[in-house]
């Protein structure tokens, strides 16, 4: 990896760099997508964290357990968050659709 690194590379270069040989395409997608869901989720007030948990922790077939599973692909993953996205109340489908100030890691 080190013989791998540009001497004129700036730090977000390298950290770009090193993301891409230490994770896969499909394991940064899926970081990202969980980012992405993570920022949601620290926007909603109480009561729209309470419907949030309630819905998630609802899905049928266990959709939460491919959220939490390290290894799920990230259609899977978009999958879950496609039916958390149906199945939640308004407040929290606001707050998933509103645009994301996060940049997803390169």
Known sequence: LA???PLDADSAALTRIGRRAVWSESARLNRS???YGLDVL???DLASTRSFFDTFFGLRGGGWRT???ADASPLAT???MA???T???WSVRRA???PSIRTSPS
Do not use: E, I, S, W
């Open 3 to 5: 013989d791998a690194l």
């Open 33 to 35: 997508l969980h980012l």
């Open 42 to 44: 620290l926007g909603l």
């Open 67 to 69: 959220m939490l599973d």
């Open 78 to 80: 978009a999958g879950v």
């Open 83 to 85: 039916r958390m996205l």
């Open 87 to 89: 199945a939640a109340p």
């Open 96 to 98: 998933a659709l509103r």
